[in-house]
T-cell receptor, first 109, second 114 residues
Framework: GQNIDQPTEMTATEGAIVQINCTYQ??????LFWYQQHAGEAPTFLSY??LDGLEEKGRFSSFLSRSKGYSYLLLKELQMKDSASYLC??????????WGAGTKLIIKP | SQTIHQWPATLVQPVGSPLSLECTVE??????LYWYRQAAGRGLQLLFY??????ISSEVPQNLSASRPQDRQFILSSKKLLLSDSGFYLC?????????????FGEGSRLTVL
């Protein structure tokens, strides 16, 4: 079966750095997405990785290791508005998106 | 620019009543369209997707159905709602010429079946 694992919940302090991990076992791999979803709202795109390495975009960075079936989302200089759920999704060999359950990130002052 | 809208935003329905959620996309042609359901603490579950008018693929057998009467219109329906149909429903679109394209989501519809 196909599986995406990410922690259910994480807590961090405003101004700090947090890393949200995602591991996957899927039938093939054609890329990995990270989405941000505030409570009661629709997910919004954060990043897309298809090759190994780190992609940096402002305060957010995403890393991929295809050989390890592993990705992480790194959030720097945390702000209260970063409190949200972060969804990891993998594109499988049929170009279907397989979604993780999401990681709820709580930011404390 | 492209936009996507779905409605209603919130719906409270009794068990056994019908359902109709609508979604429209503007600013692009022949998009791929999707209906997802999100239960609390769980990942997004793909319900239906469509690559063109009248072309609907169902991912999960259930009492829901979808239709695409126009290129940029996607409708999620049910003849008789079940309690288990409660959840957060999301419509989404992607470019049809990009295999690994980003999904753009509508605002979501919160359905509570009582």
């Amino acid at each position: 079966g196909q599986n995406i694992d990410q922690p259910t919940e994480m807590t961090a302090t405003e101004g700090a750095i947090v890393q949200i991990n995602c591991t996957y076992q899927t039938s093939g791999f054609n890329g990995l997405f990270w989405y941000q979803q505030h409570a009661g709202e629709a997910p919004t795109f954060l990043s897309y990785n298809v090759l190994d390495g780190l992609e940096e975009k402002g305060r957010f960075s995403s890393f991929l290791s295809r050989s390890k079936g592993y990705s992480y989302l790194l959030l720097k200089e945390l702000q209260m508005k970063d409190s949200a759920s972060y969804l990891c999704a993998v594109v499988d060999s049929n170009y279907q998106l397989i979604w993780g359950a999401g990681t709820k990130l709580i930011i404390k002052p | 620019s492209q936009t996507i809208h779905q409605w209603p935003a919130t719906l409270v329905q009794p068990v056994g009543s019908p359902l109709s959620l609508e979604c429209t996309v503007e600013g692009t042609s022949n998009p791929n369209l999707y209906w997802y359901r999100q239960a609390a603490g769980r990942g997004l579950q793909l319900l239906f997707y469509s690559v063109g008018i009248g072309q609907i693929s169902s991912e999960v057998p259930q009492n829901l159905s979808a239709s695409r009467p126009q290129d940029r219109q996607f409708i999620l329906s049910s003849k008789k709602l079940l309690l288990s149909d409660s959840g957060f429903y999301l419509c989404a679109w992607s470019f049809n010429n990009r295999d690994t394209g980003e999904l753009f989501f509508g605002e979501g519809s919160r359905l509570t079946v009582l």
